[in-house]
Nanobody, 122 residues
Framework: QVQLVESGGGLVQPGGSLRLSCAAS????????VGWFRQAPGMEREGVSC????????NYANSVKGRFTISRDMAKNTVYLQMNSLKREDTAVYYC???????????????WGQGAQVTVSS
């Protein structure tokens, strides 16, 4: 049974940091890439970052480059999103999702976590 479970969301002041975790089960990060997405109220969902199963490379949305870092722990089968220098506009529900088998970070993501709320406010 494929599952992705996010944790680590919360309330943080502007300029602060949070680390999100995405614990994956039922599949291996050796074969599937995992991406982070976010959706703010009234906005469309947007891709934030992805880490490729093929070579471990990462990509980022322009809005988070230099502030967010994606990583993975293969032993724990967990993907992380370290978020630094947070801004109010980073406020959203953050989701992790699984990309198609051996596709890198492209294609239709087929399994999604339940989401983690991140609120950046003073």
């Amino acid at each position: 049974q494929v599952q992705l479970v996010e944790s680590g969301g919360g309330l943080v002041q502007p300029g602060g940091s949070l680390r999100l975790s995405c614990a994956a089960s039922g599949f291996s990060l050796d074969h599937y890439s995992v991406g982070w997405f976010r959706q703010a109220p009234g906005m469309e969902r947007e891709g934030v970052s992805c880490i490729s199963s093929i070579d471990g490379s990462a990509n980022y949305a322009n809005s988070v480059k230099g502030r967010f870092t994606i990583s993975r722990d293969m032993a724990k089968n967990t993907v992380y999103l370290q978020m630094n220098s947070l801004k109010r506009e980073d406020t959203a529900v953050y989701y992790c999702a699984r990309a198609p088998f051996a596709s890198g970070c492209v294609g239709e993501y087929d399994y999604w976590g339940q989401g983690a709320q991140v609120t950046v406010s003073s």
